[in-house]
Each structure stands twice: as C-alpha cells, then as structure tokens.
Nanobody, 118 residues
Framework: QVQLVESGGGLVQTGGSLRVSCVASRSAFTIKAMGWFRQAPGKQRELVATITSVGSTKYADFVKGRFTISRDNAKSTVYLQMNSLKPEDTAVYYC????????????WGQGTQVTVSS
C-alpha cells in the first residue's frame, strides 16, 4: 500500500513563503502523477496543482504566479512552494498520488495545516 507523509505546514504572515513536502513510501513514485489539493473549513476540497511523472505542471488560477509544484524522484518527494501567501490560502493541504503517469488520483496523504495570518 502507498503511504504519503506530509510536512512543512505551519503559521506564516501575509506575503510570506512556505514549502510543504510529501514523501511517498512503498510506491512506484517515478511513474505516477502527483498533486496537491487543499480544503478550508466549510469549503469543498479544491485542486491546487498537479505534476505528471515527467514534470508537466498545471495550476489553479488562484495560485498561478505564486505557487510552484515540483518533484524529486530520487527522494520520492513532491513539493509545493508557496510564495506571496494570502489569508485565503489558509487550509489543510493534501498530497495525492495518481493511478498512472497522468492523473486519476486515488491515494491521499494525511494533510498538513497551513495558516496565513492577516
């Protein structure tokens, strides 16, 4: 079974930066797409960014120019670099793994809390 372990969440001021990480254990990481979702209290889970097995990325409009998703296959780790953070970015951020190289996300991490103070 796949295990996704996340870290890097925390409290940051508006305009600050934070990088969250997700390590995939017991997985074929190098041939899987990865993604980040987030969910704020009372809101639906929403897509933040995705990255294919070969590094092609997509972003939600509300994070374009501020967030960057990347992966390190040698470390079986996916990152989300978050810059110019806003209070509305406050949410639990979840790491996901796809069933293939492109998407079909089915495995989820435990989530890491990101709080942006105003």
């Amino acid at each position: 079974q796949v295990q996704l372990v996340e870290s890097g969440g925390g409290l940051v001021q508006t305009g600050g930066s934070l990088r969250v990480s997700c390590v995939a254990s017991r997985s074929a990481f190098t041939i899987k797409a990865m993604g980040w979702f987030r969910q704020a209290p009372g809101k639906q889970r929403e897509l933040v960014a995705t990255i294919t097995s070969v590094g092609s990325t997509k972003y939600a409009d509300f994070v374009k120019g501020r967030f960057t998703i990347s992966r390190d296959n040698a470390k079986s780790t996916v990152y989300l670099q978050m810059n110019s953070l806003k209070p509305e970015d406050t949410a639990v951020y979840y790491c996901t793994m796809g069933q293939n190289a492109f998407g079909s996300f089915s495995s989820w991490g435990q989530g890491t809390q990101v709080t942006v103070s105003s």
